[in-house]
């Protein structure tokens, strides 16, 4: 695996062995987990040469103690990669990617950002949008994956591709849990295993909306499962919605078979988790 710091160095090769190949990017923040495990071994059986990059972006952090905590192992992540026979990993740091005092661009996002993760963290999808339309103009790959847990995220990252024209096929990887159900994160090497088994509340509620879809109105499903996380005391719900796929806005009545999805996200010990379901 070539390891490249520069994203001059990045470039010059990509444009050397360009040519009739496909080439397709995985875009990570690190502390690499099966999930990511996932979508590079997708991205292998997809394209000719497999990119990944492990930047921690400054931009997308609302509160700079998050960024601060946020887990990095660059050692052991690269020895995953290596593993996973990627081909390429991008390491840059900061100052390859920003200018000094450099802020997130402002995007028009079409109300995607209007709710859930958007309405709590103003700024944070601008932030996304900043680093993935760099990493895209540096990269220039035919095909990106991200994982479905971030369903926001990557709802907003295809909108992106089509309004700035980048000629980058999209694709969203299922979720990896854990044999609990809990939606695979870097942010869970955070949680002791009680905190993890607590955790188990946010995929059981999101099963129960799913299965229950066409038993309950939209208004039920979201009582009662409230309810669920109002009867104990240690995760904090953000948010628990049930929205359209294509638009991220909240619905009172459900459309046809995997239109919609129910998104939560809770707090354990500071540590923030979101998950979904789409049915």
């Known amino acids: 695996m070539k390891i490249f710091k520069f994203k001059s160095d990045l470039q010059s090769y990509l444009e050397s062995i360009r040519e009739e190949k496909i080439l ?3 875009p990570t923040m690190g502390a690499l987990h099966l999930g990511h495990m996932s ?3 997708t991205a292998k059986h997809k394209s000719d ?3 990944c990059s492990i930047f921690v972006n400054p931009t997308q952090f609302n509160n700079p103690a998050d960024l601060l905590k946020y887990p990095r192992n660059n050692e052991v992540d690269i020895k995953i990669l290596e593993d996973l026979d990627c081909d390429i990993l991008y390491l840059p740091e900061v100052i390859d990617l920003y200018n000094n005092n450099e802020k997130a ?32 103009r540096i990269i220039k790959p035919n095909i990106a994956f991200f994982g479905l847990k971030d369903l926001q995220q990557l709802q907003i990252i295809k909108h992106v591709t089509m309004q700035l024209c980048l000629p980058i096929e999209i694709i969203g990887v299922e979720t990896k849990r854990e044999e609990s159900g809990l939606a695979m994160s870097s942010r869970n090497s955070l949680l002791s295993e009680q905190e993890k088994g607590k955790s188990m ?7 129960f909306i799913k299965d229950n879809s066409t038993i309950l109105s939209i208004d039920e499903l979201t009582k009662q499962s409230i309810k669920k996380f109002k ?3 240690v995760l904090d719900l953000k948010y628990l919605e049930i929205v359209s796929l294509n638009t ?13 999805a129910a998104c939560i996200a809770a707090s354990i010990s500071s540590v923030r988790l979101i998950d979904n379901i789409i049915f």
């Open 39 to 41: 979508l590079i071994e």
């Open 231 to 233: 009867n104990q005391n």
């Open 24 to 26: 397709s990017f995985v």
């Open 105 to 136: 661009k402002t995007f028009n996002f079409n109300g995607l950002d209007k709710f859930m993760e958007g309405s709590g963290r103003s700024g944070h999808f601008d932030g996304v949008a900043t680093i993935i339309e760099k990493l895209f």
């Open 248 to 260: 991220l806005q909240p619905i009172s009545k459900l459309g046809e078979k995997n239109t919609n």
């Open 201 to 207: 509340l946010i995929s059981e509620t999101l099963n």
């Open 49 to 51: 040469i497999v990119i």
